[in-house]
C-alpha cells in the first residue's frame, strides 16, 4: 500500500494559463487602435475573509518589522505580492459578502441582525486579490485603478505598494499606479475592507458592491471627470457650454488642439469645433471653455430621455492622443416657489420615492440590469423620481435614470466643512454633474446636531456656495425634520421638508416667499405585503393605514397635490431594505416601509398611488379573498381607481355603490363567504373597467415569468423571475409559504433568492463553503538517503524530533544535508461531496511530499509556483493527519537570507446545498444571472406535492 501513488490532479495550471492568454489577447484587441482604454476589472478576483482583532488570521497584514508605512513596497501580509492566495474564493463583482452572513439576534438592529460589526471580528474583514497583466507596450502611458465603491474603510496595494485608504463606503475613488507597474508582466492588486463600523442607520452591505475600472490614458489627457456640459434652450435652439480640464502628465510642456462633436440620438452629428494652438505645462492642467448652438434637438424628458454624446479629441503634434465620451442631455430645469418644479418649461409635479442601494437576494452589490429593474418597477407605479437616500449611488444607477426618463435628488452622505468633508462632495458633484436625470443637489439628510442652529447654518451656506461653484445648474437642499424657520432650512436654494408632521410647511412658504420647497421624504405607513391583520410575534404588519396624518400615504399625497408651491415629494420608501426592522425588531430583519417589498412585489400604498399617478384607467381591490378561518366575519376590503364610481359585489350581489372623492380610495366592510369579490368602475356614469380577487383552492403548481425573455451573454445582465403557487385553476394562492428548490442548467446561475418576508432569516444566497487547514508542529529529522523512508508514515514516532528550521547551522559552512520534516493536519470533517486541494510550497530543495505516507509528488524544483494537488479522500481521515517532506535542507546566500519556511496548506470546498426559497404569501423571486456563453438557461422549480415548473431565458 505505501508505495502507490494515488490519483493526484494538478490543479490550476491548465486555467491559469488559459486565463493569462485570454487576458493578454483581450488586452490586445482592446488596445487595438485604442487611445484610451477603460477597461472592466470586474472578474477573476480572489476573496477572503480576515479578522478585524486577530492579525495572524488576518493574513499577518501590518505585522512586519517594516511594513508598508515603514518602507515603499512592503505591503506584508495579504498585500504581498506573493502571498499564498490559492485557495480563497474566485469572486467576480460588484460583491456584498454580508449578505452571505448568517442573522444573529445580537448583531445591529440598524443593517438588519447581520453578524458583522464590532461583535463578529471574523466576518468583519475582507480581503480581495486580483493578478493582472500589463503589456510591455503600455510603458509610457498613465494607467489608474478606479473604484465606483467599497464598503468600507478600504486599503490598496498594487504589487506591494501602498496606495491609499478611502474610508467612505459610498465615494468612487482612484489611485494613480503608472510607477508602480510590471509592464510586460504580471501585477497584482490587494484591497482590504473594513466593515466593522456603520456609516448609516440602514443595511449598507460589505466589499467591493459596484464595479472597478482599469483606465489607460495618454500623459495628455482628459482629467477623471473632465468634461462638465450645460445645457439651455429657448426658441428651437439649444447652447450646450462645455468645460474641459486637460492634464499634462509629461516630462514636457505640449501643444495640443481639442476637437468637440455633438452627436444626436441617431448617431449624426449636430455640432462640432475646436480649439487650436493651446498649451499646457509638465504637471499641470488646463481648463477650456466653448460653446455651440444645437436646431431644433430632442430634449431629454420624462416622456422621451433623449441622450446626446459629445466626443471630445485631443490633438497633439498631428496626432490623436485622446478620446473623451461624454453623455448628456439637453434639458431645462427651474424651481418657482410658488409654481413649483418645470421640465423644459413644462410644470412636472415630482412624484418620488427614497431608496436605498439594497435589492433581495443580493444586497449592495446591484446588477446594473437590476438598477433598470427597480427603476421600471417605481414607474410602472407612475413614480418619476428618486431621492439616492442617504448617499451617492453607484454611477450605474444614475446612467438607469438617464436612460429610463427618471428624475434624480442626489444626497451626498455627511455635512462638513473641513477637508475630508469638500473633497467628497467635490468628488460627488464632479462625477455626476452630466446626468440629465439629477434635478437637485443634498447636501446631507437630518443632522440633527446642527439642523436648528447657527453652527448648521454657517456648515449649511459653506458647503452650498462650495457646491455653487462646482456646479451653478442645480439647486441645493437638505432632508430636514426640524430646523425648517429658523435652522437650515431657512438657507439652502430649495427647503427640504422631511415629514409634514414635523412643521408648518404652510407658515413657512409664508414666511419664506423665495424659497422653493420639495418634500424629502413623506411616510408610506408601513405593512407587510399580503398582511391585512397584524401579527406582532411575527412581525407582519397589517396594511390600511392610508389616511392618518401619522403615517398615511393618502393623507401625504392630499397634502401634496393640493398645495402648486411644493414641487412635489418622495415617498419613505420605494422598496422596502434590509435593516431598520422597526417597529418589531428581532424577528423582523428589513424595514416594512416600502411601497414594494424587497423584492419590488407591490403593497396596497402602491395600488393606491397607482391610481392617481397613472393616466391609464386603473382598478385594484384588495386585499385576497382566502379567509376561510374568518367565515361571516368582517373584512375591511379597499378600492383603488382613478374612476368617478365604485360599484362592489360579493358573488355578483352588490354591497353598493360609493362615489371615489379625488385622490381618496374606497372602502367597505364585508362580511367574508368565499367565492368572487369584484368591482366596476364607473367614469361620467358609464362603467369603462371592473377587476376582482377570487378564493382560491389549495397550492397545486409553482409558476415563473421572467421579466425579460432574453438576456446578454456578457455575464453580467440578469433576469429576475417572480416565481408563484398556483390552485388548480391558474390562481395565486396569496397565503401559499411553500418551499421551492431551484436548479440551473445552461449558461447561467442563481445569484439571489428572495420573498419580501421582513422576518424570513433564510438564505439570500447559497454557496460553497471553503475551509483552509494551515500544516502546524513541523518537526525535522537528519537522514542518510531519499528512498524508502519510513519516517514518512502517519505511525511513524516522531516525538524525539526537534522543531524544524532550529538547526540550520552557520550558513558560511553548509553542508548538502539530507532531512524528513513532518508536520500536523488537523482535519475537520468531511464527505464524499467534499473536495480537498493541497497546496505546498517548497521548504526543502527538491521537495517530495508525502501524506499519511502516500507519495503526492516527488522531486519539486525550490521554485516551482504551482504545487497544487486534488486528494482523494482514501488517503485521508478525520482528525490528525501526517503531511512530510524529504529533501535537501536550503542552502542560504547570504546571513540575513530567510528561506521559505512556509509548507502551504489544505483546502477544503463543501459543495453549496440547493437553492431553496420559501413564498411569502404566494411569491419568491430568483435572479438568474448569464455567462459569457450563449445559450438557453433553463430554471427548473420544484416543491412537495405540487406540480414542477421550468422557465427558460436565452441569453445571446
Ligand atoms: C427618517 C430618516 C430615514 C429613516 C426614516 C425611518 O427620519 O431620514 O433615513 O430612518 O426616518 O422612519
Redesign the pocket.
Known sequence: MKNRLYLIIKVNTVLVLILFSAALVCAKSDKKNAIRQRIAFDSDWLFALGNACDASEDFNNGTSYFSYLAKAGFGDGAAAPGFDDRAWRNQNLPHDWCVELPFDSTAGHSHGYKALGRDFPENSIGWYRKKFIIPKDDFGRNISIEFDGVYRNSVVWVNGFYLGTEESGCTSFAYDITDYLHYGGTNVIAVRVDATMEEG??YEGAGIYRHVWLTKTSPLHVDRYGTFIKTGFANGKAEVTIQTTIVNESDKTVSFGIEENIIDEKGKSVSTGSLKNLQIGSGASGEFTTSYKVDNPKLWSLESPTLHQLQTVIRSNGKVVDKYETTFGIRTIRFDPDSGFFLNDKNVKILGTNNHQDHAGVGAAIPDALQDFRIRRLKKMGSNAIRT??NPPTPELLDACDRLGMLVLNENRLMGTNKEHLSLLEQFIKRDRNHPSIIIWSLG??EWAIELDDLGIRITKTMQDFAHRLDSTRPITV?L?GGWDNGIGSVTDIIGY?YIRHGDIDGHHKNFPWQPGVGT?ETTASGTRGIYFTNADKAYMAQGDFTSQYGGVEFGWKYYDARQFLAGLFY?TGFDYRG?P?PYGWPQVTSQ?GLMDVCGFPKDAFFYLKSWWVDEPYLQITPHWNWSEFELKQIPVSVFGNVDEVELFLNDETLGRKTMERNGHLSWDVSYSPGILSAVGYKDGSKILANKVSTTGQPAAIKMSADRNSIEADGKDIAVITVSVEDADGLTVPTASNEIYFEVEGPGKIIGVGNGDPSSHEADKFLKTIITVDITELRELPVDGFNNRDETSDNFDDSQWIPAFTNEGDWRDYKDSIIVLRGTIDLPEFNDETEVNLFTKSIVENQTIYINGHKIASDIERDDPDQSYRLTHDILKQGRNVYAVTGKRFRKTHQYDEPNRDPGLLQLIYPAEQWRRKVFNGLAQVIIQSDKDAGSIQLSASSKGIKKATIGVESR
Do not use: K, M, P
Request: net charge negative; proline share 0%; glycine share 8%.
Open positions: 442607520w440602514f437616500s442617504h439628510n437630518e432632508g425634520s422631511n421624504e419613505w431598520e422597526n416601509f
